[in-house]
């Protein structure tokens, strides 16, 4: 598996739009190793900010530094901003709307990997989604953290990106364009059932997706990196031509992509949804790939919610 | 001197008459948190500010955060004495259709530069500030001016830390020190006290001052300003509901609607027929 880390493609991309933007500024909680941002630190010395461990004091310190017209990225792990820092982030930054970009690391249990729990942040796209006015965006590859970095610091107001633990596997071997706020598909083998993902998982969805064509099931996979604002039109489009859809994530099943997509069917085309994801329990410390499989995150897991939901629908 | 404290004497008596009357209207807020910070908020606007009313976003003005976001109506009131919006506004605090919220929005009331209310976050949004007028080479100063209940949130002390360890002069921090908290005296609920040595040792330049003398408010804001590589802390001491004797003493008018009667009394005590 070829791997490379989103945390140093997310500090490569922010030294380029800075190179060109003298307002973007960086912020952090004793958390620039965290992206590996010491390239950033070198190159603008006056643009970084440290203000220890003290992640509420981060985001609003930079809510600050957005009121005065900065653009801040704030970065740290993704379960320090958003739950740590829930309410500065709701309150100082997605409330007044300011231009405020955090950037969350060890997101899923595949990027806490071995540190356990405390690490493994399974809870932050749920948070963020049920806060107005922040953009969540959820990366598959290091090619992908560049482009929604670069997106996101173009689009005006609060926004949040997920990456993972700097062992990240490749999804995409060639750059795919990044359109925020835009589901796409990538891959269709038919319309039997629908394969909505985001993140690392996508790679178990592609092989997921081959062998049900094999067993004459055919798919269509849907990447919707972007959880807020969701695209709300293409994921209903996907439900009225498929009318069956299975999700799979590396979160809770409660709160993100597969409650989003629940919410689509649910309100504009009633459809079985099965739901792949961390099933609401607390995971143990593990290399991430047998993490996925143990937590049924795995691609016979896919298959069988793709089957599962196959039958549901022709059963209606 | 004595001119500038006549002319903030007479201006704090007019913005508590208002505090009275839209809390009166508004039948909700927080009268005796209004009440003891308005002298501050009365110096700050009504003289030591450098700002535009007629240009609320001039990226040189001075900054004033309302750490203790539920003061909101003495703002309020001196936002719109000052000339941000009319007075014709005032009346309809926390209505549907008000620019008036019930705690400061800064997208929604021109003057308000910060959004607050959710207590101890105020010093942490200042630093930003602060760090951004540096930033720019900007010459303006950020006032936080907070409770000393708020003092007991965790981010202030982040906060402290790190406003010492970047050393913003700029940033200046009025503690509305009243001594009291919704639940009742901050000596009774936490160990909070003694505050000003625990910011001498953050490294914080220090003041003690009674926070309804405007001689002591000018002067000590002026010796701040003057100090380049600290962030100051003016201790006032205040007192909750200060120009209502109904109210001082009495903890229930942290967030207490006056009756007709009432708002009457306080209006007379505020010398509404001087």
């Excluded at chain 2, 309020?76 to 209505?95: C, D, H, K, N, Q």
């Amino acid at each position: 598996m070829k791997l490379e880390s989103t945390r140093t493609a997310a500090t490569k991309a922010l030294i380029q739009l800075a190179e060109k933007d003298p307002e973007i500024v960086l912020v952090c909680s004793d958390s620039i190793l965290v992206i590996k941002g010491n390239p950033f630190v070198e190159r603008f010395p006056d643009r970084y900010f440290d203000v220890g461990i003290a992640e509420q004091n981060a985001v609003c310190c930079a809510a600050g530094l957005a009121a005065c017209g900065f653009t801040p990225f704030m970065t740290t792990y993704a379960g320090f901003i958003t739950m740590r820092a829930c309410e500065q982030v709701r309150t100082f930054v997605a409330y007044p709307g300011l231009n405020v970009k955090m950037i969350g690391a060890n997101g899923g249990i595949a990027a806490g990997e071995r540190e356990g729990v405390t690490h493994q942040f399974f809870e932050d796209l749920g948070i963020l989604r049920t806060i107005p006015g922040i953009t969540v965006v959820v990366p598959a590859d290091a090619g992908q953290v560049k482009e929604a970095v670069r997106a996101v610091a173009q689009a005006e107001g609060p926004a949040y990106v997920r990456i993972g633990s700097g062992r990240d596997p490749v999804v995409f071997e060639e750059p795919m364009g990044f359109e925020l706020g835009k589901a796409r598909v990538l891959k269709s083998t038919g319309q039997d059932v629908a394969l909505f993902a985001n993140g690392r998982v996508l790679r178990r969805v592609f092989e997921a997706a081959e062998e049900l064509q094999r067993t004459g099931i055919g798919t269509t996979v849907v990447e919707v990196h972007t959880l807020k604002p969701l695209d709300v039109d293409m994921i209903t489009e996907v439900l009225d031509n498929t009318g069956a859809a299975v999700t799979v994530e590396d979160h809770n099943i409660i709160g993100a992509l597969g409650s989003a997509i629940a919410e689509v069917a649910a309100e504009a085309k009633p459809a079985p949804v099965i739901r792949i994801g961390l099933r609401d329990i607390y995971p143990r410390s593990g290399t991430p790939e047998e993490l996925l499989d143990h937590y049924k995150i795995g691609v016979s897991d896919i298959v069988a919610g793709a089957q599962k939901a196959v039958g549901m629908k022709e059963n209606r | 001197m004595d001119e500038r404290i006549a002319k903030l004497k007479k201006i704090a008596r007019t913005l508590r008459q208002d505090v009275m009357r839209m809390i009166h209207l508004a039948g909700d807020g927080h009268p005796g948190p209004s009440l003891s910070v308005t002298d501050i908020i009365a110096a700050l606007y009504f003289d030591i500010m450098n700002i535009d009313p007629s240009n609320p976003s001039w990226k040189d003005r001075d900054r004033l955060v309302l750490s203790k976001g539920h003061s909101c109506p003495a703002v309020y009131a001196a936002l719109a004495r000052r000339g941000y919006f009319s007075i014709e506004e005032l009346p309809g605090l926390r209505s549907l259709a008000s620019m008036l919220q019930g705690h400061p929005d800064m997208n929604k009331t021109p003057g308000i530069d910060t959004t607050s209310g959710s207590l101890g976050n105020g010093i942490s949004i200042g630093l930003g500030m602060a760090l951004a007028a540096r930033l720019r080479d900007q010459k303006y100063f950020t006032y936080v001016v907070t409770g000393d209940g708020e003092l007991e949130e965790g981010v202030v002390w982040e906060a402290m830390m790190a406003a010492a360890h970047y050393q913003v002069g700029r940033l200046i921090t009025v503690v509305d020190n009243n001594e009291m908290q919704s639940g009742g005296p901050v000596a009774k609920i936490s160990g909070l006290y003694p505050i000003l040595p625990k910011l001498k040792a953050f490294g914080w330049h220090c003041q003690e001052i009674d926070g309804h003398d405007f001689g002591e408010i000018l002067n000590s804001i002026e010796l701040a300003q003057r100090e380049e590589s600290k962030p100051s802390m003016i201790l006032a001491h205040t007192i909750k509901g200060k120009g209502v004797p109904f109210m001082i003493g009495d903890n229930s008018w942290h967030k207490r609607v006056p009756t007709e009667a009432q708002l009457k009394e306080a209006l007379l005590a505020l010398g509404e027929d001087r």
